[in-house]
């Protein structure tokens, strides 16, 4: 088969194909760096570049070892610099907090894993944030190691690590991970999914066909935006020659029973639901308004898109060492694995933008965040470069530039407060915060909190980090939370709480008229820009008794 012979790299071995014909091994002989030209036995400067170049002479031949490095280093980076920087967490944590606590088939606006695993992570992090980032980070890995694994069915192991590496360029695998919501868990799936389709597509195995199906249940578990890449996937079995073959042996059909059979709870509750995070996906997607619109808001919508990705381009550019190069032809044999990797690469987005312009809708920029999983495998299968020692040290060093420019701005939007958002929410003292809730409530009832009644952002918080087992309860809307029970607030008591340095209950409230007002929270930071203030308004509702 055609596939087949496409299948077949693995660590430690040469195989003809995509990027095979790269003529000698340029790690050896007069063009490897060598150690004491660099001045070694003398110390120095010399003695960094020499180790430098022991260093990229270890990833040309050990890219295995060399990927698990990264791996640790990402995860123990990403995750240590919002823990450093930030007093709380992001808003979409915060609505996963108070939402995660009731464990649902699906919730009003979205699929249920997210807020699923916020909730594990609070069980047994809490009061403590530094687990929310590390989650970002296991999902952002966890998806390079897929990329990974389906590079080296591809390519080469050290091309597939370059690969890999260029995909750290686009930014939600970086500083985006630090608001771990439905789009970053859904990461993983999206790329174990394109590793085991690919898998399925050429070796024809029930377990990959198995795998499949769980990949892609788990991605719709994650966000319905899985359809993205589900639809141009399935277009390809059924356009491409070889993908097509699949529709004649059973792993197909598998795979279909088993995504069916994983997402029967779900769409029953969705059913029930009235399809309300399609509602809510509906209402978010606007109508746009005439044919200039349309365009300004497909291009904006496009623009977003790229601009998430643009530092994997120019880092791959750098890798490149030249201007710009056309690609190589490749072998018939091979030219399967490329156009299996343009669709994964661009059919999300071909995707989108069509949905968006058959249904005149504005889609929002955020829902293009994991379009780009596979854009560093396509970038290498594709041009082919030659990647030796001194293509290594390009990237190693366009990597390490990238890395520390994100760092610098994470640096700046939560230290500087450059780019802050209204609410500030990672700088928000919140720990101080639930603690004067929750000493405000026990001085007045002298009884554990049992409700706290508000918007994610205040009532996220305390759920956080009070120590007492609060339940949050959104905007008093029970559209929003229908498993809450307003009767068992009225017999414990609950507290209301509002941003606003307006004293007058929102219209939300009207249920619990009988709550008594109190003087609101002034909470205060200190920054290294002044003192960042918040006003939060609060009622006592209270307890009722048996």
């Known amino acids: 088969m055609e596939a087949s012979r496409a299948n077949g790299a693995r660590a430690g071995t040469k195989r003809p194909g995509i990027l095979a014909a790269q003529g000698p091994n340029w790690g050896d002989g007069a063009s490897r760096m060598n150690a004491s030209a660099y001045g070694m036995e003398m110390g120095g400067p010399g003695a960094d570049a020499g180790r430098f170049a022991r260093l990229i002479d270890r990833i040309e031949k050990r890219p295995t070892e060399a990927f698990a490095a990264f791996a640790i280093l990402h995860l123990a980076l990403w995750t240590l610099v919002p823990t450093l920087l930030c007093r709380n967490l992001p808003l979409d944590v915060l609505e996963g907090i108070a939402y995660g606590q009731h464990w649902q088939w699906g919730y009003w606006k979205h699929p249920p894993m997210p807020w699923l695993l916020d909730d594990l992570v609070r069980r047994m992090t809490a009061p403590h944030i530094w687990g929310f980032f590390l989650l970002g980070q296991v999902a952002a890995v ?145 109508e746009v308004a005439g044919l200039a619109s349309l365009v300004s808001s497909t291009a904006g919508f496009i623009g977003n898109a790229l601009a998430r990705d643009i530092c994997t381009l120019l880092m791959f550019w750098i890798m490149l060492g030249r201007w710009w190069t056309l690609p190589n032809p490749v072998p018939p044999a091979e030219r399967f694995a490329q156009r299996y990797l343009a669709v994964l690469a661009f059919g999300p987005l071909v995707i989108s933008v069509a949905g968006g312009v058959l249904l005149q809708r504005h889609f929002t920029a955020g829902w293009a965040s994991q379009f780009w999983c596979f854009t560093g495998l396509f970038l290498v299968a594709q041009w082919r470069p030659r990647i030796d020692a001194a293509a290594l ?35 928000f003292p919140g720990a101080e915060f639930a603690a004067a809730v929750t000493a405000a409530w026990h001085k007045e009832t002298g009884q554990p909190l049992s409700y706290v009644i508000g918007d994610d952002f205040e009532a996220g918080t305390v759920v956080l980090f009070s120590p007492d087992p609060v339940v949050a309860y959104h905007e008093a809307n029970h559209d929003y939370m229908p498993w809450i029970d307003e009767v068992d607030i009225r017999r414990r008591g609950a507290v209301l709480l509002w941003v606003s340095k307006d004293p007058r209950r929102p219209a939300d409230f009207a249920a619990f008229a009988q709550a008594q007002p109190r003087e609101p929270f002034v909470m205060r930071q200190p920054t290294l820009r002044g003192d960042l203030v918040w ?12």
């Open 393 to 427: 040290r390009r990237l190693v060093l366009a990597w390490s530039a990238f890395t520390l420019l994100m760092v610098a701005s994470q640096v700046g939007a939560q230290a500087f407060l450059i780019g802050r958002g209204s609410l500030m929410s990672p700088q």
């Open 142 to 286: 966890a998806c390079f190691w897929a990329i990974w694994r389906l590079g080296c069915e591809i390519l080469r192991p050290v091309e597939a690590l370059a690969a890999t590496l260029l995909l750290d360029g686009c930014v939600t695998f970086n500083v985006a991970t630090f608001e771990v919501n439905h789009n970053i868990i859904q990461l993983p799936f999206f790329g174990l999914a394109g590793w085991s389709l690919y898998r399925a597509f050429v070796g024809a195995k029930t377990l990959d066909w198995v795998l499949v199906g769980v990949w892609f249940a788990f991605a719709f578990y994650a966000k319905y935006t899985a359809a993205t890449l589900l639809l141009p996937v399935l277009l390809f079995s059924i356009v491409d020659p070889t993908a097509r073959r699949c529709w004649s042996g059973p792993g197909v059909y598998i795979a279909m029973a088993i995504f069916a059979a994983l997402m029967a709870p779900h769409v029953i509750w969705l059913v029930g639901s009235d399809f309300s995070p399609i509602r809510f996906a509906n209402e978010k997607a606007t």
């Open 535 to 546: 006003t939060i308004q609060w009622a006592l509702l209270p307890p009722a008794g048996p």
